[in-house]
């Protein structure tokens, strides 16, 4: 058991955490949730013992193993299986199955056993990482983010994979859908505190919103009490008559204290900028066939569809397959090898991709971008929305130059936000946002007037949004019409019935 007692922590003027205490037992699985910047990824260093806290303790049994998933890479063996066996106890040191069957359920192949691991992209390597860590045996598996470079099919057996695992998880994750598969409590890190619930993810919310409720009724009646105290001692504490009972009314005031209004957490709630579309269909592909060097083997071959108005078209399936490739095509980034797009004439379109069109304004704080994709778009408006984005306050006026990444991603997808459009090209727009604000984008696609065309990993999006599949599996692609849940029950993926 892990036991953390009376933990603070604090960066400048804000606190993550203040008098934290938090026990993990033996066969629990632990999924940590919370807002951006909240301390979800403190918690995890401070149990590794990489981040030092301010003051509290942090108690592991002796011989406890903690096992985590490192995200540098430096190999030393020249093949894919040397490498990743050195993850195994030194007692199973021959025991290299064991490494096989991990890395055919991360998605390798019986050849790639024998391939240097440089020959991999960031993507997979990483995968050989998480690898050498699940065949280590560790007492606890300590997972920050491990589905970020996996895939729809590689995350289902993962989620199969800790189900099964006899030891402790803490894990953190934007997937709703696979921390809840996964643990068998959640834990919030909320107004510097954790509380712990049994269960998954939408009881942890229900919990924390009921406690929040009666707190804030308690309080209003308190205070409602308090007043007629007060007016009362203002009333008579001149008069000697009622001395002794107006004393002793104020020192029961003093003793009893004052309940703090909780302080407001805003939810998030974005919009899409919808814009009328009269006809209806907004684009068709016909035999489109694409190669990067123009030559065989294609990476998309002999492939047609036709986008009508609000359809829900989500593409699945493994990495480097050509789910991007495809959506590049259809929002035309990239010029067909075969084969043509047509898009109706006065078709208005958002595309948010790892490569954007939109270029943006390296001067420019965040909140001036966003405003800048709509001339209607109020500074209000663009606030709110960097807010929805986790841009909140002065962060929103963060210069572009200064942003990372996934930063920039999310201005990118503030801008299609305010955009009017009637079809949004989408390449897993959830990447860098956490649980709350994917929810609340996921809403704002089913209630956008127009259509859509996503590349996602996340079931629980799949089945929020899915009204039709184009599906990458088996060495094809079809297109499936209807809804996720009907294609595993009627089709499936071909790796699982293998």
């Known amino acids: 058991m892990i036991k953390i007692v009376g ?27 919370g807002r951006n910047g909240h301390g979800k990824s403190s918690l995890f260093q401070i149990i590794l013992g990489s981040v030092e806290a301010d003051s509290g303790t942090v108690s592991v049994p002796k011989n406890y193993k903690i096992g985590h998933l490192q995200q540098h890479l430096q190999f ?18 021959y025991e290299t199955w064991k490494v096989e069957k991990i890395l055919f359920g991360l998605g390798f192949t019986e ?12 993507g997979y390597q990483i995968r050989m990482n998480l690898a050498k860590l699940l065949v280590s045996s560790p007492d606890m598996l300590m997972l920050d983010e491990p589905n970020n470079y ?66 804030e009724k308690t309080r209003l009646n308190e205070a409602k009490k308090r007043k007629q105290e007060e007016i009362f001692i203002a ?11 107006t004393q002793s009314r104020v020192k029961k005031l003093e003793k009893q204290g004052e309940m703090k209004a909780l302080e407001n957490i805003e939810d998030l709630e974005l919009y899409f ?13 016909e035999n489109l066939s694409f190669s990067y060097d123009g030559k065989e083997p294609l990476l998309i071959s002999d492939f047609s569809i036709s986008v009508g108005k609000r359809d829900r078209i989500c593409i699945i399936g493994k990495n480097g397959k050509g789910k991007s490739t495809l959506l590049k095509l259809l929002a035309g980034e990239l010029t067909t090898t075969k084969g043509t ?29 966003i405003m800048s994709a709509d001339k209607s778009c109020t500074e209000g408006k663009a606030r709110n929305i960097a807010g929805g984005l986790m841009f909140s306050g002065d962060t929103g006026l963060k210069k572009i130059k200064f942003l990372s990444g996934g930063e920039r ?37 089913d209630e956008f007037d127009g259509s859509v065309v996503m590349v996602t990993h996340n079931e629980m999006h799949l089945r929020s949004v899915a009204t039709k599949l184009i599906v990458f599996d088996n060495n094809q692609i079809t297109v499936y019409d209807g809804s996720y849940d009907d294609f595993l029950s009627d089709i499936g993926w071909s790796d699982e019935d293998e």
């Open 7 to 33: 933990l603070n922590k604090s960066y400048g003027k804000q606190v993550l955490f203040d008098d934290l205490n938090l026990s993990i037992n033996r066969g629990e699985k632990i999924g940590i949730v």
């Open 76 to 93: 030393t063996q020249n093949t894919v299986l040397e490498e990743c066996a050195l993850g195994l106890p030194e007692d199973e040191e």
């Open 111 to 122: 050849k790639d056993m024998e391939r240097h691991p440089s020959e991999f992209s960031g």
């Open 150 to 215: 996996l895939d729809i099919v590689t995350i289902r057996w993962l989620e199969d994979f800790l189900r099964t695992w006899e030891g402790e998880i803490v894990l953190i994750t934007h997937d709703r859908s696979f921390m809840d598969s996964v643990v068998t409590h959640v834990v919030a890190i909320h107004r510097t505190k954790a509380i712990k619930v049994e269960g998954d993810t939408e009881k942890l919310y229900t919990q924390i919103n009921q406690e929040e409720e009666i707190y």
């Open 235 to 245: 009333k008579f504490k001149a008069k000697a008559s009622f001395a002794s009972r």
């Open 273 to 285: 900028n919808s814009a009328s579309f009269g006809a209806n269909q907004m684009l068709s592909a």
């Open 341 to 369: 797009v047509t898009k109706h004439p006065i078709l208005k379109e958002g595309y948010f991709g790892q490569t954007n069109k939109l270029s943006m304004n390296e001067t420019a704080t965040v909140v001036e971008e």
């Open 409 to 445: 991603s999310r201005v990118m997808l503030g801008k299609i936000l305010v955009t009017p459009c009637h079809l949004l090209f989408l390449d897993e727009p959830t990447n860098h946002l956490d649980m709350q604000s994917c929810d609340s984008l996921i809403e704002a696609i």
